[in-house]
């Protein structure tokens, strides 16, 4: 499990240089390859129609070329956008792993620093419910109910309890809150520390309402409609400008041209969406949850024993 979690998220990306650019798995281009299709046949029909049957209206290349800078920027632009999205998504979820880390550090070393004699049990508690947390967070923005790695974490009672949750996150930070409560009431921990871990609890619940405002929040739809008609309007055009001095050739040109647009805005498409499991190169949350749960666990085991 150690050298699986190890791993980065782009795990399939090839060191070698031919073998990672002819990559199928993980790319753009099987979920782009009907439309490029499709464009690059009415590319050839207009070739055909000009070559054989009447010549056919013909373009000066000089404006594309100067749509061409205003396309690539406003793709260049969308593309941004959507790796801006994923990576604000990929740093909550960072915090909520560090805010993990913690909350189980200070819960193991101070959960009882007021009182000498046997350790009590709200610490194991507090690291259980705190590797909650991560997987209800990852289910609740996949809109999903898969708690099969909690089974040696939660029993049976608070994983329904879990699942039947409104908001499975503020759950599981609800019951964090209840452990601090009832820690302080006790006197197993002071005030300082109460607030310290108070302060790591709140950090959790920002971390999720940051990545459910990027899953509630998509991009404006008047802006990805505006970007695909300028597409669609410069590839319909673009033939009629290549086909005067290229005749054939013009097909391959179109191709050249049409592949990378086409692949542009699908990538703005795909990371836009960083939490949906069908989107290529959606963050690891299981990866992610699996180490807070293996850190975690590491931590607890270690403070038995000594």
């Not at 193991?108 to 947390?133: C, E, H, R």
């Not at 994983?159 to 302080?184: N, T, W, Y």
């Not at 290229?246 to 040109?253: D, E, H, K, N, P």
Request: charged letters at 20%.
């Amino acid at each position: 499990m150690k050298d699986s979690l190890q791993m980065h998220s782009n795990k399939d990306e090839s060191p070698g240089f031919l073998r990672g650019a002819l990559m199928w798995r993980g790319s753009v281009t099987p979920r782009i390859f009907f439309s490029l299709l499709l464009l690059t046949c009415y590319c050839a029909l207009i070739v055909a129609l000009d070559q054989y049957w009447r010549p056919l209206p013909h373009l000066a290349v000089t404006p594309f070329e100067y749509t061409g800078v205003v396309l690539g920027l406003v793709l260049v632009f969308r593309t941004n956008a959507g790796h801006e999205r994923w990576w604000e998504a990929r740093k909550s979820w960072g915090g909520i792993v560090n805010q993990s880390r913690n909350i189980a550090i200070e819960a193991l070393s101070y959960g009882d620093s007021l009182n000498a004699g046997p350790q009590p049990l709200w610490p194991k508690d507090m690291v259980k419910w705190t590797i909650a947390f991560s997987f209800a967070a990852k289910e609740s923005l996949r809109n999903g109910k898969n708690f099969d790695e909690l089974n040696d974490v939660l029993n049976e009672q608070e994983l329904d309890a879990l699942m039947s949750a409104v908001h499975m996150p503020l759950f599981v930070a609800g019951k964090i809150a209840e452990l601090l409560q009832q820690a302080r009431l006790n006197l197993h921990i002071d005030g300082f520390i109460f607030i310290g871990m108070e302060s790591q609890r709140n950090l959790l619940i920002d971390h999720i309402g940051a990545c459910e405002r990027i899953l509630k929040t998509p991009m404006p739809l008047v802006y990805a409609i505006k970007a695909r008609r300028f597409i669609l309007i410069f590839l319909l055009l673009l033939p009629f400008s290549l086909i005067e001095t290229l005749g054939f050739s013009a097909v391959f040109i179109f191709f050249l041209v049409a592949y990378p647009l086409l692949s542009l805005d699908r990538i703005g498409i795909e990371l836009q969406s960083p939490f949906a499991t069908k989107n290529l190169s959606h963050l690891p949350l299981d990866t992610i949850c699996e180490s807070i749960k293996l850190h975690c666990l590491a931590m607890l085991e270690q403070s038995q024993r000594s």
